[in-house]
Nanobody
Framework: QVRLVESGGGSVQAGGSLRLSCAAS????????MGWFRRAPGKEREGVAR????????DYADSVKGRFTISLDRPKNTVYLQMNSLKPEDTAMYYC??????????????????????WGQGTQVTVSS
């Protein structure tokens, strides 16, 4: 059974940093796609970053480019999201997503999240001004 568990959320002031972790069990990151998403109150889910764990290609939402970094630790089966220069508009529930196929990492519409088959429970990030 595939299971994704996020951690690392919290409350920070604007300009601060947080690192989110997503630990996976039930499968390895041999050839699949992992992503981070977020949902703010009253807004739709938004794709933040994705990583092709086979070829290591990476994509980011324009809103986080230059501030967020997605990375993978294979031995630990963990995906990270390093978030720097946080802004109040980054406040949201953050979710880790994964899929055993490469479809989400080849889709133009990956940011909708519809191609990802597995989701974590979410971790809250709150940024105060």
């Amino acid at each position: 059974q595939v299971r994704l568990v996020e951690s690392g959320g919290g409350s920070v002031q604007a300009g601060g940093s947080l690192r989110l972790s997503c630990a996976a069990s039930g499968y390895t990151y041999s050839t699949n796609c992992m992503g981070w998403f977020r949902r703010a109150p009253g807004k739709e889910r938004e794709g933040v970053a994705r990583i092709n764990t086979g070829g290591r290609s990476i994509d980011y939402a324009d809103s986080v480019k230059g501030r967020f970094t997605i990375s993978l630790d294979r031995p630990k089966n963990t995906v990270y999201l390093q978030m720097n220069s946080l802004k109040p508009e980054d406040t949201a529930m953050y979710y880790c997503a994964g899929d055993l196929s490469m479809n989400p990492c080849s889709s133009r519409y990956w940011s909708t999240g519809g191609d990802f088959g597995y989701w974590g429970q979410g971790t809250q990030v709150t940024v105060s001004s």
